[in-house]
C-alpha cells in the first residue's frame, strides 16, 4: 500500500459509513466504530471542532496518520499491515 491506495480506501470508507451524507456525524460514526477497538475519537478527526467529520477532515486525519506510520519504511505498507493498522485505529 502506498498514499495513493490509502487514500482511495479512505474514500470509500467514507462513502460506507456516510451512505449519500456529506458529512460524518458522531451518531454515524459511533455506530460505525461499535466493536471496534482503537478507533479515533470523533474530535481527534473533527479538526474545526464544529461538530461534524467532512470528507477532507477524514481524508487528512488518514492521510497524517498513514504518513507517521509509513515514515521509517518510504511511505509504504503491506496489505495486511495496512489491514492492521486500520483495526487499530490507524496509531502512527
Known amino acids: ?31 460505525r466504530a461499535e466493536g471496534e477497538e482503537g478507533m479515533p475519537s470523533f474530535a481527534e478527526i473533527d479538526a474545526d471542532g464544529d461538530g461534524q ?5 477524514w481524508v487528512a486525519f488518514a492521510e497524517q496518520r498513514f504518513a507517521g ?16 493498522w486500520r483495526q487499530e485505529g490507524m496509531r502512527p
Open 1 to 31: 500500500m502506498d498514499a495513493t491506495e490509502s487514500r482511495l480506501c479512505t474514500d470509500r470508507e467514507f462513502n460506507e459509513i456516510a451512505a449519500g451524507e456529506q458529512v460524518l456525524t458522531e451518531e454515524l460514526l459511533s455506530a
Open 53 to 57: 467529520i467532512s470528507r477532507e477532515e
Open 69 to 84: 506510520a509509513t515514515a521509517a519504511s518510504g511511505g509504504q505498507m503491506s496489505a495486511e499491515d495496512y489491514e492492521r
